[in-house]
């Protein structure tokens, strides 16, 4: 049975089980306009997600057929993967921010092993020992799930309120995440009259328990020097201005106070910079850096892929630090080493 929550005012939240993972579900939101219901993400594409999400709706009184319209907040597959099911089923329009859908075209475009080698060289570049690169130099390029996500027809433009007759719904542009995250503000008055501005739908950007990965914008065209931790602390900080009566999140659950929630935030980064400027008293690379840090488990223990992971959340508080002023490259170093500024 699918959990289905009413959250007043027209707004319900679905939970779609994102399989085999430790997040357990993605919170859907069913937003109920004039001309049909519209969702707020659409979950992982899988067979029991799917009834979970078509189950919920109708629970919700309503169904798959009668949909509107799909935004959604970020191009990862537990938001984005079933959007085009979705579509197909009911004729909805999906709309995502350019910056995400190009994410998207590129992923639909690259060819089978480019990926890898455009992973492997990173890597090589980052410090990666020889024994991690190795597997990714002779796997077999093969079509992975979720290779081919749906591309979205409308484009979501920041400040601009979506097309959600009879509803006031604008659209904030959170990048650091992704490049194109976007949070949804519902300028409603609160349906409990809780105090501040309206009701804020915020994907992966802002969560009650969690902070979300920030990595690096994975462009393999892109030459140019992006701050995707930089872009978050903006996007926080210009999230916590907003001071919404209500958070509805796309994991864990609902909460209000987005201004402590954002105060806690910047803190935990600011703190983590300063652990991982200590630890650059001696030159690392961002591989190097990585194996240092905390995680939620000892080094030895992360699994490859994770690994990868980590390593692009490290190069990510590099690229902050440099950004800061805090940290410099080693001229000459190759790999490219960093350490603290004197
Ligand atoms: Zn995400
Ligand atoms: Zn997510």
């Given at each position: 049975?699918?959990?289905?929550?009413?959250?007043?005012?027209?707004?319900?939240?679905?939970?779609v089980p994102i399989p085999?993972?430790?997040?357990?579900?993605?919170?859907?939101?069913?937003?109920?306009?004039?001309?049909?219901?519209?969702?707020?993400?659409?979950?992982?594409?899988?067979?029991?997600?799917?009834?979970?999400?078509?189950?919920?709706?109708?629970?919700?009184?309503?169904?798959?057929?009668?949909?509107?319209?799909?935004?959604?907040?970020?191009?990862?597959?537990?938001?984005?993967?079933?959007?085009?099911?979705?579509?197909?089923?009911?004729?909805?329009?999906?709309?995502?921010?350019?910056?995400?859908?190009?994410?998207?075209?590129?992923?639909?475009?690259?060819?089978?092993?480019?990926?890898?080698?455009?992973?492997?060289?990173?890597?090589?570049?980052?410090g990666a020992p020889e024994?991690h690169l190795a597997p990714?130099?002779?796997?077999?390029?093969?079509?992975?799930?979720?290779?081919?996500?749906?591309?979205?027809?409308?484009?979501?433009?920041?400040?601009?309120?979506?097309?959600?007759?009879?509803?006031?719904?604008?659209?904030?542009?959170?990048?650091?995440?992704?490049?194109?995250?976007?949070?949804?503000?519902?300028?409603?008055?609160?349906?409990?009259?809780?105090?501040?501005?309206?009701?804020?739908?915020?994907?992966?950007?802002?969560?009650?328990?969690?902070?979300?990965?920030?990595?690096?914008?994975?462009?393999?065209?892109?030459?140019?020097?992006?701050?995707?931790?930089?872009?978050?602390?903006?996007?926080?900080?210009?999230?916590?201005?907003?001071?919404?009566?209500?958070?509805?999140?796309?994991?864990?659950?609902?909460?209000?106070?987005?201004?402590?929630?954002?105060?806690?935030?910047?803190?935990?980064?600011?703190?983590?910079?300063?652990?991982?400027?200590?630890?650059?008293?001696?030159?690392?690379?961002?591989?190097?850096?990585?194996?240092?840090?905390?995680?939620?488990?000892?080094?030895?223990?992360?699994?490859?892929?994770?690994?990868?992971?980590?390593?692009?959340?490290?190069?990510?508080?590099?690229?902050?630090?440099?950004?800061?002023?805090?940290?410099?490259?080693?001229?000459?170093?190759?790999?490219?080493?960093?350490?603290?500024?004197?």
């Amino acid at each position: 049975m699918t959990q289905v929550h009413d959250h007043g005012g027209g707004v319900h939240s679905l939970r779609v089980p994102i399989p085999d993972n430790p997040l357990g579900h993605t919170l859907v939101y069913v937003v109920d306009t004039d001309r049909g219901p519209v969702l707020v993400d659409t979950g992982w594409d899988d067979p029991a997600s799917w009834n979970a999400l078509a189950e919920g709706l109708t629970a919700c009184g309503t169904s798959v057929a009668d949909l509107y319209g799909v935004i959604v907040t970020h191009h990862h597959p537990d938001h984005h993967g079933l959007s085009g099911r979705v579509r197909e089923a009911s004729g909805a329009w999906i709309a995502m921010h350019a910056a995400d859908t190009a994410v998207v075209r590129r992923t639909r475009e690259a060819r089978p092993g480019q990926w890898l080698s455009y992973m492997a060289a990173k890597l090589a570049a980052a410090g990666a020992p020889e024994e991690h690169l190795a597997p990714l130099r002779t796997a077999r390029p093969r079509a992975l799930p979720g290779l081919s996500p749906a591309l979205p027809d409308r484009e979501i433009v920041p400040g601009d309120l979506l097309d959600l007759p009879g509803r006031r719904l604008r659209a904030v542009w959170t990048p650091g995440h992704t490049p194109g995250h976007v949070c949804l503000h519902l300028e409603e008055d609160h349906p409990a009259g809780l105090p501040g501005r309206g009701r804020l739908f915020s994907g992966d950007h802002l969560l009650p328990e969690i902070t979300p990965h920030i990595g690096l914008y994975e462009d393999p065209d892109d030459t140019s020097v992006t701050d995707p931790l930089g872009d978050y602390l903006d996007s926080l900080e210009r999230v916590g201005r907003l001071a919404p009566a209500e958070v509805l999140p796309a994991h864990q659950h609902g909460f209000t106070d987005a201004p402590a929630r954002v105060r806690q935030l910047l803190l935990h980064h600011e703190e983590r910079l300063n652990g991982l400027l200590a630890l650059l008293s001696q030159p690392l690379t961002p591989w190097q850096l990585a194996e240092r840090m905390e995680w939620n488990r000892p080094w030895q223990d992360i699994p490859c892929g994770s690994r990868n992971i980590a390593v692009s959340e490290a190069e990510a508080h590099l690229r902050r630090l440099v950004g800061l002023g805090r940290a410099e490259a080693v001229a000459g170093s190759d790999p490219v080493t960093y350490v603290a500024a004197s």
